[in-house]
């Protein structure tokens, strides 16, 4: 031993002990315990907190929903079987499109004919030739006015001997009504003008002015409708808007969201941003008998790849509001994890990675659209092209997309040949305002069983040209639907059921008579 250290201990200097060691450790111990109770505890005083956020409403009786249209349900839903049987088609091409303008025209002449109050009363005024512009003037001009907006136009219509019913044949059985146009987007202009008419027969003046704006081109993009929509309301100083509503995400009926056993009435606070990525692959083809080591196709088939297993990261930072919403009507366990997302947040993510439908509410997405190459079973193609379609999530812009694409690809093989349709993310509109809780309160009367929560709309709607209108715009459709139901969006027997579609009308209506009561 070491004699200063033996000097020290005759001096009277304990020895360490096992003793000393096991009351450090037990210390230790007892830290690390009393971390985690503080932690348990603030995890469960923070669910015990996480209380709703759907505020109290008048829920309207059946008598009163009844009251205000001389109607029937039937004699609604053949107006808007009516309005489908019109096949106003948005084409791209003016050789296509002038097949379907006289349509345009004879859908203008049925809404004149259908709601005569709505003419007499309010200005209209076409835009575009096809686009409409409703005002309704209000009695104090101080105050902004507001702006319902929806289309008129209707996607083409593909494998008619798969529909059940001729999509434009304005069918009706006992329960839907079948068509193009029920669900996107007829139901909902059909169920404003329905819900004017009433207050018109009724003599209701809004204090604010209400403007009322129908597209001709949304499913291609509004560039001659709603682009000239704004310039109308530009040129005439109109604005700005206490809120603008459009079309948007329906009503689901569960199962939709772990832990929550009710319908989600999704309110689209922003949407998604686009840019379409075409890449090309040039490499000297040849005769198939004697191929070489790689080929065009091979190579943009790996870069495809490539970016379909490396997804642009997440961001959550609009969905954290569904959770915030959401979250607070689900199970214990799911409330738990919800209320606590500064600790869960990364698992949260990671279940939502397993389903592309809450997947897309969370990243960018990735989709292989077009891929092109070859036209001879035995010559290899010394070109391939591919087009990739990005829906981009509020937090990623179009150039950091791009980024990810050369970065993730890191091929010099592989370039960008063109870039089109960007669109950046939507500004999000706030869920504090008095604007959101009129629309709150409004679905919570007319649906008392959903749950109203703010979320990112995934596809583009003709509000990307309205974002210097208002800060506040909202997407919304009163539309019940079950999951299964959403494939016919543009897709094969479209239809709306009778009693849903009284609903629209109902909506619209109290929406409008709200106003003056919320804002």
Request: hydrophobic share 40%; proline share 6%.
């Amino acid at each position: 031993m070491d004699k200063r250290k033996q000097s020290d201990y005759d001096n009277g200097k304990s020895k360490p002990t096992n003793g000393s060691k096991t009351t450090k450790f037990n210390l230790i111990k007892i830290i690390i315990r009393n971390l985690l109770i503080g932690i348990l505890l603030m995890l469960v005083l923070n669910t015990i907190r996480f209380t709703s956020k759907q505020p109290k409403v008048e829920i309207l009786s059946p008598d009163h929903i009844d009251s205000f249209t001389t109607l029937s349900d039937i004699e609604l839903a053949q107006r808007l079987a009516k309005a489908t049987t019109f096949k106003t088609i948005s084409f791209g091409e003016s050789d296509e499109f002038d097949q379907y303008e006289p349509e345009f025209l004879k859908f203008h002449e049925f809404l004149k004919i259908t709601f005569p109050k709505v003419h007499k009363y309010l200005k209209l005024n076409i835009i575009a030739n096809y686009s409409l512009v409703y005002n309704w003037k209000g009695l104090d001009e101080s105050l902004k006015p507001i702006l319902l907006a929806g289309h008129i136009d209707v996607v083409p219509t593909l494998f008619l001997d798969k529909w059940t019913h001729p999509p434009f044949s304005g069918h009706i059985d006992d329960t839907y009504i079948w068509g193009r146009g029920t669900m996107d987007d007829k139901g909902s202009v059909m169920a404003i003008l329905e819900s004017v008419e009433d207050l018109l027969s009724q003599g209701f003046k809004p204090q604010r002015s209400i403007y009322f704006a129908f597209g001709h081109d949304e499913e291609l993009g509004g560039n001659n409708g709603a682009f000239n929509i704004n310039k109308y309301f530009d040129t005439n100083e109109i604005g700005p808007f206490e809120f603008i509503l459009d079309e948007g995400l329906p009503i689901l009926l569960p199962p939709v969201f772990p832990g929550l056993s009710k319908p989600i009435a999704s309110v689209g606070i922003t949407e998604k941003g686009a840019i379409d990525i075409k890449l090309s692959v040039t490499i000297v083809g040849g005769h198939s008998s004697m191929p070489r080591r790689e080929s065009a196709i091979g190579v943009l088939a790996q870069a495809v790849s490539k970016l379909e297993n490396n997804p642009p990261s997440p961001k959550l930072r609009e969905t954290r509001l569904l959770f915030d919403f959401v979250g607070r009507e689900c199970s214990l366990p799911y409330r738990f994890l919800f209320s606590n997302l500064w600790l869960f947040e990364p698992i949260i993510s990671r279940v939502l990675s397993t389903k592309p439908t809450l997947d897309a509410l969370q990243r960018t997405t990735t989709a292989l659209t077009i891929f092109n190459a070859g036209n001879k079973a035995n010559v290899i193609p010394m070109e391939a092209n591919a087009t990739i379609n990005f829906r981009v999530v509020p937090g990623d812009s179009t150039n950091d997309i791009i980024d990810h694409v050369n970065r993730v690809i890191n091929d010099d093989r592989v370039k960008i040949s063109k870039i089109s349709n960007i669109i950046e993310p939507a500004p999000v509109s706030s869920t504090t305002s008095k604007s959101f809780n009129l629309l709150q309160s409004t679905i919570l009367q007319e649906f008392p069983d959903v749950v109203v929560a703010p979320t990112i709309m995934i596809a583009n709607t003709d509000t990307r040209h309205y974002w210097n209108l208002t800060e506040n715009i909202f997407r919304f459709c009163p539309m019940v639907l079950e999951n299964s139901d959403l494939q016919r969006l543009h897709g094969i027997d479209e239809r709306l059921t009778i009693k849903n579609y009284k609903q629209l009308v109902d909506f619209y209506y109290h929406l409008i008579k709200n106003t003056e009561k919320y804002l």
